[in-house]
């Protein structure tokens, strides 16, 4: 079993950062390789970002690119969403989302095993 919770969401203008967090406990984080996940009203939830077990390998969705930056500190259980330069079409509930099987984790929502409550991130225009 693998808990997840998100922080760090909230409302920022356009051109804003913030930095999402989500810390897990239960199985040994370097275990597993974490995604970061979004969902719009109306809208499928979509990759983001994700990050390999060790944190050597990472891959953006083409709408972050150059803007988002995920990392992972493995030894605070923890794994981090940069995202700079906002734009009002970021607005989402973020996700963080744990895969057990793959080293550098899946591009599928359907690959992940544990996903985290969700943290609401409004971008102002």
């Known amino acids: 079993q693998v808990q997840l919770v998100e922080s760090g969401g909230g409302l920022v203008q356009a051109g804003g950062s913030l930095r999402l967090s989500c810390a897990a406990s239960?199985?040994?984080?370097?275990?597993?390789?974490m995604g970061w996940f979004r969902q719009a009203p109306g809208k499928e939830r979509e990759f983001v970002a994700r990050?390999?077990?060790?944190?050597?390998?990472?891959n953006y969705a083409d709408s972050v690119k150059d803007r988002f930056t995920i990392s992972r500190d493995n030894a605070k259980n923890t794994v981090y969403l940069q995202m700079n330069l906002l734009k009002p079409e970021d607005t989402a509930v973020y996700y963080c989302a744990a895969d057990l099987t793959t080293y550098s984790g899946s591009l599928s929502v359907d690959e992940y095993d544990y996903w985290g409550q969700g943290t609401q991130v409004t971008v102002s225009s």
């Open positions: 239960g199985r040994t984080f370097s275990s597993y390789a």
């Open positions: 990050i390999s077990r060790r944190g050597s390998v990472t």
